[in-house]
């Protein structure tokens, strides 16, 4: 897919059962994390960015709307960036969009000044681990902790 082909805009309430769909079909959500919460949870975060990519040649002003075909959730804390949520449509994976939507996400963080950019991979999700390779991340020699604060059950 090429970038003409690709429209990244910022998501808006009414992309919210559109994106909760794409997730569980890509596999993203999990028991313990309420992804509707998550989305919530995200519109406050003034630092950061929530897209949706969309395919681009769609009338909007005849309701020929193009489906959400990618999200991500970007942040910057100030100290370095992180990513969440990039996901693809299992039917448009491995044509290119996972790409395009990354070099966006750090165009982003670059013009806002981040030096790094960290995220979270589950260590069994080896084609998304590779995905990364091919982009340029590789592991770092750090140990994620986590701490549930909230529950979302």
Not at 117 to 146: K, M, T
Request: charged residues 30%; proline residues 4%.
């Amino acid at each position: 897919m090429s970038e003409n082909d690709l429209i990244i805009r910022d998501f808006v309430p009414a992309d919210t059962d559109d994106v909760v769909d794409l997730w569980e079909r890509c596999g993203l959500t999990r028991p313990w994390n309420d992804p509707f919460k998550d989305i919530e949870r995200k519109k406050t975060d003034l630092n950061g960015a929530f897209w949706v990519a969309c395919e681009a040649g769609k009338d909007v002003a005849k309701r020929n709307v193009a489906k959400i075909i990618g999200t991500v959730m970007i942040g910057y804390d100030g100290h370095r960036g992180s990513i969440n949520y990039l996901a693809v449509s299992p039917t448009h994976q491995n044509k290119g969009l996972g790409g395009q939507i990354m070099r966006a996400a750090e165009a982003f963080l670059i013009e806002r000044g981040c030096p790094k950019v960290s995220f979270c991979v589950r260590r069994d999700n080896h084609a998304v681990l590779s995905f990364y390779e091919r982009l340029g991340y590789q592991p770092d020699d750090i140990i994620f902790l986590g701490k549930r604060l909230i529950s979302d059950d």
